[in-house]
């Protein structure tokens, strides 16, 4: 399979426990050392503060999470993807930005390590 096959996989696992509100299987979709970087916010180290972190996200009404990947560049056991996410509070938009995620392949399974978003939204005044 291939890097950008097995992304996609794991993108859609990601998706649908987010959809879900199953905070512990998104965190299930990062290395146990990976790292969720969000503007204005210290980073989210590990699988128990990346659950943390989705939680409120659910907690504060974000209902859904879009991923649409522009690019994945594989170099064999790590890949990097870009790309946009929006995330909606029922059918409202709450944010859109861009991302890029640090992949690796840990026994075939790709998994993201380090995960960095920023909003395209204009800050609130």
């Given at each position: 399979?291939?890097?950008?096959d097995?992304?996609?996989?794991?993108?859609?696992e990601?998706?649908?426990?987010?959809?879900?509100?199953?905070?512990?299987?998104?965190a299930?979709c990062?290395?146990?050392?990976?790292?969720?970087?969000?503007?204005n916010?210290?980073t989210?180290?590990?699988?128990?503060?990346?659950?943390?972190?989705?939680?409120?996200?659910?907690?504060?009404?974000i209902t859904?999470?879009?991923?649409t990947?522009?690019?994945?560049e594989?170099?064999?056991e790590?890949?990097?993807?870009?790309?946009e996410?929006?995330?909606?509070?029922?059918?409202?938009?709450?944010d859109k930005?861009?991302?890029?995620?640090?992949?690796?392949?840990?026994?075939?399974?790709?998994y993201?390590?380090?995960?960095?978003?920023?909003s395209?939204?204009p800050?609130?005044g």
């Amino acid at each position: 399979m291939s890097a950008a096959d097995g992304i996609a996989a794991t993108n859609a696992e990601f998706i649908s426990a987010f959809n879900s509100g199953n905070a512990a299987d998104v965190a299930a979709c990062y290395t146990t050392e990976g790292q969720f970087k969000v503007p204005n916010a210290p980073t989210f180290e590990g699988r128990d503060a990346i659950k943390g972190a989705m939680q409120g996200l659910i907690d504060a009404g974000i209902t859904s999470i879009e991923l649409t990947t522009a690019e994945v560049e594989d170099f064999d056991e790590n890949a990097i993807e870009h790309g946009e996410y929006a995330l909606y509070a029922g059918d409202n938009l709450a944010d859109k930005g861009r991302f890029m995620v640090h992949w690796k392949n840990i026994y075939g399974k790709w998994y993201l390590h380090r995960d960095i978003i920023n909003s395209t939204q204009p800050a609130a005044g």
